[in-house]
């Protein structure tokens, strides 16, 4: 039995589609705001506050190997409903708020290691969705690019201390990251802009757990940096989750973009 904490995007659903087709044995901890898996009998709709009861949900379902997915975002810590395991654990969750969403997740993924619940990567069932290196688009950064890219690279390495940033744009002379809003409070920061010039870079921190927190694009990363006037986007090899594949190259390939993986 395998233990699904799904919230937002796409990401979730490829997973579960992907579990189904191996005909394996799951239940899914709906941490998504809009109760996405309402209507699939294995779901459950649980609060983050209620870890006693998510904990003996895992334990009657004999379930030891749980993945997280998707984004799960900061609850309103004073509309919570609790149980008594929620009471004993919220306060170190509320503390890990503070520094943003990522946080929030890794204390959750310690709390289950401290039950010997074992957390197994996100892409285990769908390793498609992450690129390796290489060029990806009819476009390639240029020297000016190149430039741009290392700089970015070089302010990331610096900003490891920063528990929320996770992506960076360069552009015009400007460096621009990431704030606990996420990459796209980040993209739309840029007015809208056509002169085609820029990037944005996308990778893991150094201590970001990988198995649950991985870098995502999508079309609607696209279309933002489309908005933006950015050239292109560069990712992590193998650290990334990378949905509708496809769509995103076409569109990058259409809109003079490109896509690179170091």
Do not use: W
Not at 53 to 63: E, R
Not at 241 to 248: A, G, S, Y
């Amino acid at each position: 039995m395998i233990g699904l904490f799904f919230g937002e995007t796409l990401f979730p659903k490829l997973i579960l589609k992907n579990i189904k087709k191996k005909k394996l044995k799951y239940l899914i901890i709906d941490l998504s705001k809009k109760n996405i898996f309402k209507k699939n009998l294995n779901s459950y709709r649980i609060s983050i506050g209620q870890f006693g009861k998510i904990l003996k949900i895992l334990n009657q379902n004999k379930c030891k190997k749980v993945i997280f997915a998707g984004k799960i975002e900061k609850p309103k810590f004073s509309e919570l409903k609790l149980d008594a395991t929620g009471i004993y654990y919220i306060p170190r969750i509320i503390k890990a708020a503070k520094k943003g969403d990522a946080a929030i997740l890794k204390e959750l993924i310690k709390i289950l290691s401290l039950k010997k619940i074992n957390i197994i990567s996100s892409v285990y069932f769908n390793p498609e969705l992450s690129l390796k290196s290489g060029h990806y688009t009819k476009l390639r950064p240029n020297k000016q690019d190149l430039t741009d890219i290392s700089k970015g690279i070089r302010i990331l390495q610096r900003s490891n201390f920063y528990d929320h940033v996770q992506a960076v744009i360069i552009k015009d002379n400007l460096a621009l990251k990431e704030t606990s809003k996420g990459t796209k409070k980040l993209l739309h920061s840029i007015k809208k802009n056509i002169n085609k010039s820029g990037v944005l870079i996308k990778f893991p921190k150094k201590k970001q757990d990988l198995r649950a927190d991985l870098p995502t694009v999508g079309m609607d990363t696209f279309k933002d940096c489309k908005r933006a006037g950015l050239k292109g986007i560069v990712l992590k090899s193998k650290k990334n989750i990378f949905l509708e594949k496809e769509k995103c190259i076409n569109f990058a390939n259409k809109n003079k973009m490109f896509i690179l993986v170091k």
